[in-house]
């Protein structure tokens, strides 16, 4: 799996781009069936499987009071896409005059100008460009232009409950790790530095 920063690391040298965007925060099961569809369609196209996320979440640039808890570190998530077996991750830095692109801007200069898809994968919901005034049917209407197609994505359910990072997200602040570790597809964890304490484990 190649990371990179900037889709401009890696423009051209990437066949038959067959693509996803989104945050996917705690890369959870509907996050895995989506990239195993990635990667079941590249492998058929002779192409390649790739990512398109940011770094920080786009709300802790825009409106840090409405930024969520995130369910993994930047590492952790990149270290999941590597064990579902993505070929590429566009790990770009979010900023304040990224989000100033327009939709258009943003589909042609960033993303077709570099990493030439040839298929893009967005849920209903999936809003992009300044102002998130794009969404999946001006995308569509870009890749008749612009040489690309759009397939919508529908939501997974597990348990007959719809997979959300938001719904994760809640429960584990409730408490509910197993809940949550279902929705997750994994145990969930937590990474961190082993430091000593005061040794009162040893009193128990």
Request: aromatic content about 8%; proline content about 4%.
């Amino acid at each position: 799996m190649v990371i990179v920063k900037d889709a401009e690391e890696v423009s051209g040298k990437f066949p038959r781009v067959v693509l996803t965007i989104g945050n996917f925060d705690g890369v959870h099961r509907g996050h895995q069936a989506l990239m195993r569809r990635l990667i079941n369609r590249a492998g058929e196209v002779g192409g390649t499987s790739a990512v398109f996320t940011f770094d920080p979440h786009p709300l802790k640039v825009l409106a840090p009071e409405k930024c969520p808890p995130l369910i993994n570190l930047l590492e952790e998530k990149m270290a999941l896409f590597g064990e579902v077996g993505l070929d590429l991750i566009v790990n770009h830095a979010f900023s304040k005059e990224f989000a100033l692109q327009s939709p258009r801007d943003f589909v042609e200069l960033t993303l077709c100008r570099h990493l030439r898809p040839v298929e893009i994968y967005v849920g209903s919901d999936f809003g992009f460009g300044k102002g998130r005034e794009g969404n999946v049917e001006y995308l569509r209407g870009l890749g008749d232009e612009l040489g690309y197609r759009v397939i919508h994505v529908e939501a997974v359910t597990y348990k007959n409950v719809v997979v959300s990072s938001t719904l994760i997200r809640e429960l584990l602040i409730k408490g509910k790790v197993e809940e949550a570790a279902d929705l997750l597809g994994r145990p969930y964890a937590v990474s961190g530095t082993v430091v000593e304490g005061d040794a009162r484990g040893r009193k128990l």
